[in-house]
T-cell receptor, first 110, second 115 residues
Framework: KAGVTQTPRYLIKTRGQQVTLSCSPI?????VSWYQQTPGQGLQFLFE???????NKGNFPGRFSGRQFSNSRSEMNVSTLELGDSALYLC?????????FGPGTRLLVL | DAKTTQPPSMDCAEGRAANLPCNHS???????VYWYRQIHSQGPQYIIH???NNETNEMASLIITEDRKSSTLILPHATLRDTAVYYC????????????????FGQGTTLQVKP
């Protein structure tokens, strides 16, 4: 069974731009969660989608948004990028007892 | 979800058992203990979870004290590839689709396996 895939793997943007990251969950998984990882703050929960509905949201500004499609694939969008948004963005999918993480998208904002 | 406390770092000799402790003194009766690990530059990897009984799988064993206020993850024969940050997380489990994918990660324990 294929694992969680994330695209792109690496991305460089400049301040003020927006970015869209994509996550394809493991086949059959309906829950997709997004996390941001930075050296200073560690792993922080962004939001979770289940059956196309946002079920949980972390403590991030409204510039961070996401959505989930009927095939469970998910995208997250960050608008008006700031330098502090440079991070590894991780997506996880699951049955509901364990989460399986993708390799992440490393975003650098210049 | 209850807070967990882990030592920031530990060393272990290759081939020996690695015992990683976690304190969760405020754990509630319906909270499970989960362990994940993150090898450098990769996404976290699920290892094991349990409620109150000891659990074992192909990766590790989880020992939970009788009062459930602490637990230990045991890697029976550590290899260099087990060098990683290990996260202990407690989380409420709900039945059916009521459970969520939200995990609250702390700083974890950096395990260094040495030859």
């Amino acid at each position: 069974k294929a694992g969680v895939t994330q695209t792109p793997r690496y991305l460089i943007k400049t301040r003020g731009q927006q970015v869209t990251l994509s996550c394809s969950p493991i086949s059959g998984h309906r829950s997709v969660s997004w996390y941001q990882q930075t050296p200073g703050q560690g792993l922080q929960f962004l939001f979770e989608y289940f059956s196309e509905t946002q079920r949980n949201k972390g403590n991030f500004p409204g510039r961070f948004s996401g959505r989930q499609f009927s095939n469970s694939r998910s995208e997250m969008n960050v608008s008006t990028l700031e330098l502090g948004d440079s991070a590894l963005y991780l997506c996880a999918s699951g049955p509901l007892d364990a989460q399986y993480f993708g390799p992440g998208t490393r975003l650098l904002v210049l | 979800d209850a807070k967990t406390t882990q030592p920031p770092s530990m060393d272990c000799a290759e081939g020996r058992a690695a015992n990683l402790p976690c304190n969760h003194s405020t754990i509630s009766g319906n909270e499970y203990v989960y362990w994940y690990r993150q090898i450098h530059s990769q996404g976290p990897q699920y290892i094991i979870h349990g409620l109150k009984n000891n659990e074992t799988n192909e990766m590790a064993s989880l020992i939970i004290t009788e009062d459930r206020k602490s637990s230990t993850l045991i890697l029976p024969h550590a290899t260099l590839r087990d060098t990683a940050v290990y996260y202990c997380i407690v989380r409420v489990e709900k039945s059916g689709s009521g459970n969520t994918g939200k995990l609250i990660f702390g700083q974890g324990t950096t395990l260094q396996v040495k030859p």
